[in-house]
């Protein structure tokens, strides 16, 4: 299984919202990651767990809150978004260290109304 | 010194044409190269990736050529078809980048039938 799952496909959400969006791989990486993705750019990272700790935070608002469960799940609560929030919501996930590949998820298209 | 830059930043052929997309980086301790493929709404996939102990690398109809004197390297796709019609994106990491893929800003080709 080389697969990346990620849930919702889309999601709606207004400013006041909360919402979660929810990652999970079974491959036995132990490095997972969100990157944010707008059109016709390439993905940003956000952030990097390793062994399920925060390793990396890029500068990144903290109304984005992630959250890594376990060695499987990863997920990113949402809170107070903006407008300019909504793009693509990318997890991915690799060994340690990534001198490999990294394998992504198909993607939240997230847009914040 | 993190940079990769990608072009051209679009590129249109006919079917069974043969498009190069070329990457250019900075940072010698950069010492894994993947090629990224993304179609609209998906998640980027990996299609091939090399290291710089080797000069070119095929698998299919994608070649990758890399040049480690010139720290650049490229995207050949032999007999295109239309539905290789994707954006590409480049990228490079390596031991001290902790973890982060560096992304080209991405090629969107377009392959007419």
């Known amino acids: 299984d080389t697969e990346v799952t990620q849930t919702p496909k889309h999601l709606v959400m207004g400013m006041t919202n909360k919402k979660s969006l929810k990652c999970e791989q079974h491959?036995?990486?132990?490095?997972m990651y969100w990157y944010k993705q707008k059109a016709k750019k390439p993905p940003e990272l956000m952030f990097v767990y390793s062994y399920e700790k925060l390793s990396i935070n890029e500068s990144v608002p903290s109304r984005f809150s992630p959250e890594c469960p376990n060695s499987s799940l990863l997920n990113l609560h949402l809170h107070a978004l903006q407008p300019e929030d909504s793009a693509l919501y990318l997890c991915?996930?690799?060994?340690?260290?990534?001198?490999?590949?990294?394998?992504f998820g198909q993607g939240t298209r997230l847009t914040v109304v | 010194q993190q940079q990769v830059k990608q072009s051209p930043q679009s590129l249109i052929v006919q079917k069974g044409g043969i498009p190069i997309i070329n990457c250019a980086y900075e940072?010698?301790?950069?010492?894994?190269f993947p090629w990224y493929q993304q179609f609209p709404g998906k998640g980027p996939a990996l299609l091939i990736a090399i290291r710089p102990d080797v000069s070119e690398k095929k698998e299919g109809r994608f070649t990758i050529s890399f040049n480690k004197s010139a720290k650049q390297f490229s995207l050949h796709i032999m007999d295109s078809q239309p539905g290789d019609s994707a954006t590409y994106f480049c990228?490079?990491?390596?031991?001290?980048?902790?973890?982060?893929?560096?992304f080209g800003e991405g090629t969107q080709l377009t392959v007419n039938p």
């Open positions: 940072n010698t301790a950069f010492d894994y």
């Open positions: 491959m036995g990486h132990r490095a």
């Open positions: 990228a490079a990491t390596g031991k001290t980048s902790g973890s982060r893929l560096t």
């Open positions: 991915a996930s690799s060994r340690i260290p990534l001198l490999g590949e990294a394998f």
